[in-house]
C-alpha cells in the first residue's frame, strides 16, 4: 500500500477546467471565422453572451465559468504566479 499522502489541490483543478473551456471556446470562434481574442474581450467586458457563438456549444461552455475566477486565471497566468 502507498505510505504517502497525496495531496490534491483544488485551485489547479479549476484553472484547468477555465483553460479547457477558453480553448474550445477559441477555437470555435476561429471556426466561424471571428477574431476570437476580440470576442473574448468583448465578452469579458460586457458579460454578454451574444458575443461568443453557439457552435460546438462554446456559449454555454464559457456561461459556465464565473467571470471573476476567470479574469483572476488570467492575470494569475500573464504575470506569471
Given at each position: 500500500m502507498d505510505?504517502?499522502?497525496r495531496k490534491y489541490n483544488a485551485a489547479e483543478e479549476k484553472d484547468e477546467q477555465i483553460r479547457h473551456v477558453m480553448t474550445s471556446v477559441y477555437e470555435a470562434l476561429q471556426e466561424k471565422g471571428?477574431?476570437?481574442?476580440?470576442q473574448i474581450?468583448?465578452?469579458i467586458l460586457s458579460e454578454d453572451p451574444t458575443y461568443i457563438t453557439n457552435h460546438k456549444s462554446a456559449?454555454?461552455?464559457i456561461c459556465?465559468?464565473?467571470r471573476d475566477e476567470l479574469l483572476?486565471?488570467?492575470v494569475r497566468t500573464y504575470l506569471g504566479v
Open positions: 505510505e504517502f499522502t471571428y477574431n476570437p481574442i476580440n474581450v468583448g465578452y456559449r454555454s461552455l459556465k465559468i464565473d483572476q486565471v488570467l
